[in-house]
């Protein structure tokens, strides 16, 4: 298992499991029959609770750009030192989000989310710059294109009527 591949678990599993004492906090709040029913006027959860459903609000937002990136890397077989870093600088950016806003550390909370930004954008570049044959054989082929493979082949063949016969 690659370094991003072991950070992007480490990420999931926290994202996964950053409901818990939200949840916890819900039913100790409104007791068990409130926490899992739908009560027409629930009791607040306590003020901790629900900055961490935001923060874990967050972390399930932003898990999806960042398992996008490393996944899409890790099929390329982009693994540099720098990647490496970035998984890392990550996950431990999302740990000091979640709880710098479940604590009310505004500084922290806001310089955890840039920095872990960045490390989105360090894969982003990555894989923008990646020597890849995969991608040099889709631009030679000019797989990516606005109009499309058949488009092209039509524009380039000679407009003979034998030509014209052949394309219908």
């Known amino acids: 298992m690659t370094t991003e591949l072991f950070y992007l678990s480490l990420t999931t599993l926290l994202t996964g499991v950053l409901w818990i004492p939200y949840i ?21 959860q306590s003020p901790w609770a629900q900055r961490l459903m935001k923060a874990h609000q ?5 898990l999806v750009i960042f398992a996008a990136f ?9 693994s540099t030192e720098t990647t490496a870093t970035a998984s890392m600088v990550y996950f431990w ?17 806001t310089l955890s989310f840039f920095v872990s930004f960045g490390a989105q954008m ?9 020597d890849q044959p995969i991608l040099r054989q889709a631009f030679a082929q000019r797989a990516i294109s606005p109009y499309g493979p058949q488009t092209r ?16």
Not at 24 to 44: H, M, Q
């Open 24 to 44: 916890l906090n819900r039913i100790a709040v409104r007791g068990i029959a409130d926490a899992v029913g739908y009560p027409e006027n629930p009791k607040p």
């Open 58 to 62: 967050n972390a399930v937002e932003n």
């Open 70 to 78: 490393v996944l899409t890397a890790h099929a390329l077989g982009v």
């Open 93 to 109: 950016m999302r740990v000091a989000h979640a709880v710098a806003f479940t604590f009310t550390i505004p500084l922290v909370r």
């Open 122 to 130: 360090v894969f982003a570049w990555a894989l923008l710059t990646a």
């Open 153 to 168: 082949r039509r524009m380039r063949s000679p407009e003979t009527p034998s030509s014209r016969s052949q394309q219908r």
